[in-house]
């Protein structure tokens, strides 16, 4: 306590001093401790707030290790410009009666929903690959009897990586990774990270593909990909 407290005793009694009629020399001496005692009080206090932001971030930010999910239609824009209500209401009924309830199947958590695809957060990755693989297989079948100018495809794009957690939405280069992965899946296929499969890697009975080493925009480090084909899943 005293350690907080004595910059601005000793600035009190070298006030003190000049208001007393001490001699110059004193005075002048009095004059040089209080300008210390002032930056050592301004110092304390910029420090006091520096870490007062540091621990509101600290126990702002909540991050953890998750199974990140990212899909999103092909041409989607092509399907609108033929028929907006009718891919709008075809993809409407798709995720109600078959996205959704598949997501929920394997505990996966919608985080939300981008117009014309997802973001959704697993625990698993094993859930996370099986949850891809099952959309792409029942899409398929579904697709067999559509024309194809109003099929609805998926790419998907599955990453484990490290997340920042907001109520509403997860963040981070590990999402990004993800986002650059649907991109590079063939439509009704899955693209996922060397990592990813790994975990999965025994438990997932998938025929995959060694994409190697790719570099993906805006991604620093070269990522090494396995993709899963279209119509290709568990056995």
């Known amino acids: 306590m005293w350690e907080e407290r004595w910059p601005y005793l000793g600035n009190d009694c070298v006030k003190g001093l000049l208001a007393g009629g001490a001699s110059l020399a004193l005075q002048w001496v009095a004059r040089k401790a209080l300008q210390v005692l002032r930056r050592l009080r301004a110092r304390r206090l910029a420090r006091g707030t520096c870490d007062d932001k540091d621990t509101t971030i600290r126990q702002r930010v909540q991050r953890r290790l998750s199974a990140i999910l990212v899909a999103d239609v092909v041409g989607y824009s092509r ?16 995720r109600r009666q078959v996205i959704d309830p598949i997501i929920r199947e394997h505990r996966g958590r919608i985080v939300k929903n981008t117009g014309d695809g997802a973001l959704v957060e697993f625990g698993s990755v094993v859930d996370a690959v099986r949850c891809a693989i ?16 109003h099929r609805i495809e998926f790419r998907v794009g599955v990453n484990l990586a490290d997340v920042i957690v907001e109520p509403n939405d997860i963040y981070g280069d590990g999402v990004n990774v993800a986002v650059r992965l649907e991109g590079l899946a063939a439509p ?11 975990h999965a890697r025994g438990k997932v009975a998938a025929q995959v593909i ?20 279209p119509a290709i899943g568990i056995a």
């Open 188 to 198: 009704g296929g899955i693209c996922l990270t060397a990592d990813t499969w790994r």
């Open 134 to 149: 099952e959309v792409q297989q029942v899409l398929a079948v579904r697709n067999a009897s559509v024309p194809q100018i």
């Open 79 to 94: 399907l609108t410009e033929a028929d907006e209500e009718g891919t709008h209401g075809r993809l409407t009924t798709l």
């Open 210 to 229: 060694d994409l190697g080493e790719q570099r993906l925009k805006n991604i620093a480090e070269p990522a090494h990909v396995y993709a899963i084909p």
